[in-house]
């Protein structure tokens, strides 16, 4: 296995300085280029996310300014081709919670690109308008409803582990990760089953392709996919998420269709993708590092700590916002529109919020990562993503023996929401800790 990152990875703000054109206010000594640190340039290294740790030091100016690049790629990972950029913890912080001061109008409105008018709702929806919709979701992902949930969350998980057990390998971002989270949510909206590979290769062609014509096909046949199910909704209302949904009532008065098919859209978008990613960058992270498997397989109690400690080092998206005002910032000119994308990847290890912060600790305390961003948008369905990997976990160490990258595969990923497509992780299945009753019969 290479362990090497990728070739040309800057390592100082001077080596990564472009004289790009940018509006007159921005300075020259802050124009970067900042693609390399946006998840989409794979490497080998147990810490895939270590080429763009130093972005967060004391040595790096709180503000970065990315110009468009000449030859108009665009960004990834949800940061812009052009705008701002904060890298430490108190600034990403702030345009986090200054509401007052940053806009989140017209994030993951892909839509758009086909003509549709709808917002993503809550996520593209500023205070005080906001807060009706999280109150109206916030119910089906509070704790109770996890709790009603749960013991179907570890039906599948244990389903699942103990289907492939035997086998002594698997690839476990496609076979496992990818399939997991998706059919909790599938179940929790009532979505068909037959749609899953439907799903995934819309969802894809939407975020991953970066071919336009398969984003407007994909946007096109998804969008009209999630108005047919949410008339069939309407039509025979059940006990669903979706029904719930499209069923409810804000401020006492029936959801519009724009209102319906905004929220179902952000839940399908988000529903997909960004648990998988997290599951194939964690198996990935201890397949390589095995002490971190011996540690949790030693002292099961250790999990939830070690849920937020994978989480708080595989943060899989950037976030911007809109400057909604001219201000000063750290001494510079924000101009009113002008994008300000946090680099979470770079937050998440800042040495002044975390101590150690390259370092795998599951006793880390006051552990306020922004892998789920933060603020009044923080990812509406974190609890339940927390829960789906503590469950896996659970179960995982209580039958699996060691397992290790299985010899010859590729071990690369992408350090964000990419992840690792494909992941083949190998143990000795005769170490296999079968329930006592499956033991029996084997016998």
């Not at 007052?100 to 409105?109: L, V």
């Not at 071919?211 to 025979?236: G, P, T, W």
């Not at 071990?411 to 296999?432: E, N, Q």
Request: proline residues 7%.
């Amino acid at each position: 296995m290479s362990a090497a990152e990728p070739t040309n990875t800057p390592r100082t703000v001077d080596e990564m300085r472009v004289d790009w054109p940018a509006p007159d206010h921005v300075p020259a000594g802050l124009k970067v280029d900042l693609s390399w640190a946006l998840g989409n340039r794979p490497n080998n290294l147990v810490d895939a996310y270590e080429p763009a740790g130093w972005l967060s030091g004391p040595d790096v100016p709180p503000l970065l300014y990315q110009p468009a690049s000449p030859d108009g790629a665009i960004g990834s990972g949800g940061m812009t081709s052009q705008g701002w950029v904060v890298s430490h913890y108190r600034d990403i912080e702030r345009v986090y919670s200054d509401n007052d001061t940053f806009s989140n109008a017209g994030q993951a409105e892909f839509q758009a690109v086909v003509g549709e008018t709808f917002r993503t709702i809550p996520l593209a929806v500023d205070p005080p308008e906001h807060r009706k919709y999280r109150m109206f979701l916030m119910p089906h992902f509070s704790p109770a409803r996890l709790n009603r949930m749960q013991d179907g969350i570890r039906r599948i998980v244990v389903e699942m582990i103990e289907g492939m057990a035997g086998k002594g390998e698997i690839d476990i971002a496609w076979d496992f990760g990818r399939i997991y989270p998706v059919r909790i949510f599938m179940s929790l909206m009532k979505f068909p089953d037959d749609m899953f590979e439907q799903f995934l290769e819309w969802e894809w062609d939407i975020l991953h392709s970066g071919d336009m014509a398969k984003i407007q096909s994909a946007l096109r046949e998804i969008i009209d996919y999630l108005r047919s199910f949410i008339a069939e909704k309407e039509r025979q209302p059940d006990h669903s998420l979706t029904s719930s949904i499209v069923n409810g009532r804000i401020d006492g008065r029936p959801l519009t269709d724009e209102e319906k098919i905004g929220i179902v859209w952000l839940l399908w978008l988000g529903g997909l993708d960004t648990v998988a990613a997290s599951i194939a960058l964690m198996f990935r992270r201890m397949a390589l590092d095995p002490a971190i498997q011996r540690q949790l397989a030693a002292d099961r109690s250790l999990i939830p700590g070690a849920v937020e400690e994978f989480l708080r080092m595989h943060p899989v998206v950037n976030s911007p916002r809109r400057a909604k005002h001219d201000f000063i910032w750290h001494g510079q000119q924000i101009r009113a529109g002008e994008s300000v994308s946090c680099n979470n990847a770079a937050g998440n290890y800042d040495p002044a919020q975390f101590a150690n912060p390259r370092q795998f600790d599951p006793t880390r305390t006051a552990n306020r990562h922004f892998t789920f961003v933060g603020g009044v948008h923080i990812c509406l369905g974190a609890a339940l993503a927390r829960r789906e990997l503590r469950i896996l976990l659970d179960e995982w160490f209580q039958r699996m023996p060691e397992f290790h990258a299985k010899p010859g595969s590729d071990t690369s990923c992408y350090p964000g929401l990419m992840s690792a497509r494909h992941f083949h992780i190998a143990w000795d299945a005769s170490k296999v800790r079968w329930p006592v009753e499956q033991a029996e019969a084997a016998e």
